[in-house]
């Protein structure tokens, strides 16, 4: 079966018939290139933890995989890392995303979502991805960063180059990566220049004190930072609001967001694949025989929705038991921006229901338009009236 047929309006359907039909199966993956592709929950959470499946391209079979080439400068980041060198650098960045530093931005976040809130006026019309979910992130990520405000402008413009590709510009994810490699090699230069209170003049001084970080993993791991940061932010805010506005008991008691904010990320988390791995050796995976070097794509939003592990799980429950959702990892490679994540969507969604608490779809939900990517999951635009 062709895995881009429905994926992109429907992913859940497909993955249902795929699941059921078997464990794994043998595919084109989104670059092209043959592909196993994993469906089943415990297939997949035992998987993402297993040593044998690295993150490595350098243990990929020559010419299986495609992928997409970044410049070493932007390559050398912790989607590309096995230990020690996964190890030691998520160790060093770890400690920007404690639980006390990540408390610390509850307030800054806080008055961010208020500011766009109040740009928005007491009622009207909006899109609330470009009024709201996406500006919040990159303004949470850029501060953590230290990016001044008028580098931030075009940074979703790179971003849906690099994620969902317009067929139409063939080159314009490369312009983009031309485009992010100098506007993070002036600013490297800059905070260099004049250090300030930020995670990147922190990395700046790590990497020039005592040599802890190359280089090139200085700037990959500043790139992967603001991307991850931002880009899956934007679709974790932007997914759950629609899950509230198109399912039945969408009101949610303050005190059960924290627990809501879990299931709307099982529901329709924003990355449908977990990066890609190669195995080190010959695996098999659901009892199927996977050899050595070949890609191995493990779908998230799959197990995320395996009836096995979660009972109905097309149905959106706020009250529903989530431990254990796989929709930011598991593992070693679990993402590290997780509980920043997980403060913004807390934030951006109690704020939005306080102030709009009359928010509603603007439109039929079956015309709204997804991004064309086989990998991330969001929506182009949510139109809303308030």
């Not at 390559?75 to 060093?92: E, G, Q």
């Not at 009622?123 to 990016?147: E, F, W």
Request: hydrophobic fraction near 45%; proline fraction near 9%.
């Amino acid at each position: 079966m062709d895995p881009a047929e429905g994926l992109i309006d429907d992913p859940y359907a497909v993955y249902a018939r795929l699941r059921d039909t078997a464990p794994v199966h043998r595919v084109a993956g989104p670059d092209g290139s043959p592909a196993w592709l994993v469906t089943r929950y415990d297939d997949v959470r035992e998987a993402l933890a297993n040593p044998l499946l690295s993150l490595d391209k350098r243990h990929a079979l020559p010419g299986s995989y495609q992928g997409f080439a970044l410049p070493p400068a932007l390559d050398a980041n912790l989607l590309n890392m096995d230990p020690p060198d996964h190890t030691r650098i998520r160790r060093l960045v770890g400690r920007a995303f404690t639980p006390r530093r990540i408390e610390q931005l509850r307030a800054p976040v806080r008055e961010t979502a208020g500011r766009l809130l109040d740009a928005l006026g007491p009622h009207g019309r909006t899109d609330l991805i470009a009024s709201y979910a996406a500006p919040l992130p990159i303004t949470v990520i850029g501060d953590l960063l230290g990016v001044p405000d008028e580098h931030r402008r075009d940074f979703r413009a790179w971003t849906d180059a690099l994620v969902a590709p317009d067929p139409a510009r063939p080159g314009a994810a490369k312009e983009a990566i031309v485009a992010m490699l100098g506007f993070f090699t002036g600013l490297l230069a800059a905070k260099r220049k004049k250090p300030a209170d930020d995670l990147l003049s922190d990395l700046i001084a790590v990497r020039d004190a005592d040599d802890r970080l190359t280089e090139d993993e200085l700037m990959s791991l500043a790139f992967l930072i603001l991307f991850a940061g931002y880009e899956n932010t934007v679709q974790l805010i932007g997914n759950a609001v629609l899950g509230l506005l198109t399912h039945p008991g969408r009101s949610v008691d303050p005190d059960q967001l924290p627990s809501a904010i879990e299931e709307f990320a099982r529901f329709d988390g924003p990355a449908l694949l977990a990066i890609r791995r190669f195995p080190t050796a010959d695996v098999t995976i659901g009892g199927v025989a996977v050899p050595a070097g070949e890609t191995v794509l493990l779908s998230l939003a799959a197990a995320n929705r395996d009836p096995r592990r979660f009972p109905d799980p097309d149905r959106l429950d706020l009250g529903r038991d989530t431990s254990g959702h796989l929709a930011l990892g598991h593992g070693i490679h679990y993402c590290l921006g997780a509980p920043l994540a997980r403060l913004e969507m807390e934030i951006a969604l109690s704020a939005l229901l306080e102030r709009l608490p009359d928010l509603a779809l603007d439109g039929d939900p079956a015309e709204l338009r997804w991004r064309p990517s086989l990998r991330a999951r969001g929506l182009l635009a949510l139109p809303v009236t308030y």
